[in-house]
């Protein structure tokens, strides 16, 4: 027996911004239902392939997704492939429903909350690839315990197979400096590519759209998954 929410957890910032228009409203309560993940009941684990139709080969997941558009281009990208998002602002939600509708993809699944509380059920090694787009920089030193590298490394590394792609962008330069050094630090990952500007095979985001406008840079990190060592 499932759950369709986890338990009680902290989310940092909004659950919801402005006020929903009826189309959208009306997403949140038919099609989210559909697409909704629902977490199992420990010590049960979840295969992400489980989610999908049979055709599915491989799994994504993209850690916050905002409002959704580079998660609805992945998956109009590549049909064969199953794409978790995970987003707690209802907002952005709905964007997605939205996207998704209208380029008619079947293949994403949402979980409407803190994506450390999937991880920490997911299936070992069961995910093919990860993204952390423009994320919250959380810029104050005191804030920094707030930010998913900081946090959730450990899971991620766990539930990425061996070679995955994780793919890391954002516009603030402090934070882009704490990234690749907790990055560095961690056995589990080797920095595969460093960008300053989005490399092709890279969808485009609106955060990445409006940091260019303001004048400001972007870097854009590639990391592969080390292999664990066979015994």
């Given at each position: 027996m499932g759950r369709a929410g986890p338990p009680a957890g902290r989310v940092y910032g909004r659950?919801?911004?402005r006020r929903l228009g009826s189309k959208k409203a009306e997403l949140l309560g038919s099609d989210f239902r559909k697409l909704s993940i629902l977490l199992?009941?420990?010590p049960?684990?979840?295969?992400?392939?489980?989610?999908?139709?049979?055709h599915i080969r491989s799994v994504c997941l993209e850690i916050g997704f905002g409002g959704g558009e580079h998660l609805a281009a992945q998956a109009a990208a590549h049909p064969d492939m199953g794409?978790?998002?995970?987003?707690?602002?209802?907002?952005g939600v709905s964007n997605l429903l939205a996207l998704l509708k209208e380029g008619e993809q079947r293949n994403v699944r949402i979980f409407s909350d803190d994506a450390r509380l999937l991880l920490q059920v997911l299936s070992e090694?069961?995910?093919?690839?990860?993204?952390?787009?423009?994320p919250d920089p959380w810029p104050k030193r005191r804030h920094e315990r707030r930010r998913f590298l900081g946090q959730a490394l450990d899971l991620?590394?766990?539930?990425?197979?061996?070679?995955?792609?994780?793919?890391?962008?954002?516009?603030?330069p402090a934070l882009g400096t704490w990234m690749e050094e907790v990055m560095a630090a961690s056995p589990d990952f080797m920095l595969v590519d460093r960008?300053?500007?989005?490399?092709e095979a890279w969808q485009p985001t609106r955060y990445?759209?409006?940091?260019?406008?303001?004048g400001r840079r972007p870097v854009y990190l590639s990391y592969r998954r080390v292999r664990r060592p066979t015994t």
């Open positions: 659950r919801r911004g199992p009941d420990p049960e684990r979840l295969d992400p392939l489980s989610l999908f139709d049979p794409y978790i998002g995970c987003e707690p602002f209802l907002n090694a069961s995910l093919a690839g990860a993204f952390l787009l423009f991620l590394a766990k539930s990425l197979t061996d070679d995955a792609e994780f793919r890391i962008a954002t516009d603030h960008a300053a500007s989005r490399p990445e759209a409006k940091a260019l406008a303001a």
